[in-house]
């Protein structure tokens, strides 16, 4: 025990600290003494995470995307919810092992836009999801489908003299699935697609001559206890955005859905927690929005949806 003071106690049992645990019950006042001893043991606790990565553009714009643009890949996918599966359709990570009191990092990486980089990275404490490889586009002289979490489509081939086949982007593993390669056939381009995005839960359509290209769908995850889908790749210009696409009419930011070709956008990132109802968060230094905490059975759930800053737990 610290000095000479003996600390309160219910019962029979003196509380007691060790490494690995504290018994009896304290006050708040004694917890603040023996911490500043270093004689009060704090346990970390186990938080559920998921993490999703912002997703890449469309390409090409107008006729060109008509023909051959494609689609983006979508933000990488990572997550420790239950028995549910991470991207590119592994086994679940394991949960966070998470101290009171201790503030812990957090990024929302932003979506792309058509014809432009990759999605950005979206990060909690040590885990980071990447974000979606760029599309394909170009009639000419155009581009590959980037690598990302899940990769880009890759665009159809150019024209009559310029008999390239262009490869699709690559996902990372444990992220999200590659991209679609695009239709290739020498001295036939009027109506080629690009390939779908690659999705957290399946690889992108290849393009066909005058064809869909369907994005890959994402995964349908229940942190929040309600399932949704996050992280589907994006379509050709005749195909259909994966389930978690990107921005559209009907889509809202934070799936790190990969853009539809001509002009789609892709969709933001998103930290969503999930963690005993013993303990709030807080972002003690700003810089983040952070949603209203709420009760999922006897569990406490957030969402972060924007910015960079720290978050940290303490006993609520």
């Known amino acids: 025990m610290a000095g000479d003071f003996k600390y309160g106690y219910v019962g029979t049992e003196e509380p007691a600290q060790s490494t690995s645990s504290n018994s009896g019950v304290f006050s708040q006042n004694e917890i603040v003494d023996l911490r500043g001893d270093n004689e009060y043991t704090v346990l970390a606790f186990e938080v559920e995470y998921l993490v999703v990565a912002g997703g890449a553009g469309g390409g090409g714009s107008g006729y060109d995307a008509y023909r051959n643009g494609a689609g983006g890949g979508a933000g990488g996918y990572r ?13 679940t990570e394991a949960k966070h092992l998470t101290l009171p009191g201790t503030n812990y990092a957090v ?6 836009g058509a014809n432009s980089s990759n999605g950005s990275d979206t990060s909690f404490s040590t885990i980071t999801s990447l974000g979606g490889g760029y599309a394909g586009y170009g009639n000419s002289n155009g581009r590959a489908g980037g690598d990302g979490g899940s990769g880009g489509g890759a665009k159809s081939q150019g024209n009559s003299n310029n008999q390239v086949q262009y490869d699709h982007g690559d996902g990372t593993a444990g992220q999200g699935y590659d991209g679609g390669n695009g239709w290739y056939e020498a001295y036939n381009n009027s109506y080629n697609q690009g390939g779908g995005g690659g999705g957290a839960a399946e690889v992108g359509e290849a393009g ?4 869909t290209a369907d994005g890959g769908s994402g995964v349908e995850c229940s942190i929040s206890g309600t399932g949704t889908y996050y992280s589907g790749g994006g379509a050709s210009h005749k195909g259909t955005n994966g389930p978690g696409g990107g921005n559209s009419a009907s889509r809202s930011a934070n799936t790190g859905g990969g853009g539809k070709a001509d002009s789609g956008s892709g969709g933001s990132g998103k930290v969503c927690l999930r963690y005993s109802s013993l303990y709030t968060v807080t972002n003690p230094g700003g810089g983040l929005t952070l949603g209203t905490e709420t009760t999922v059975g006897s569990d406490k759930y957030i969402e972060i949806t924007a910015g960079s800053g720290d978050i940290q737990w303490n006993v609520a």
């Open 79 to 91: 997550s420790s919810v239950g028995t549910e599966n991470t991207g590119g359709g592994l086994t």
């Open 107 to 112: 990024t929302i990486g932003s979506g792309a």
């Open 208 to 211: 066909g001559f005058s064809a």
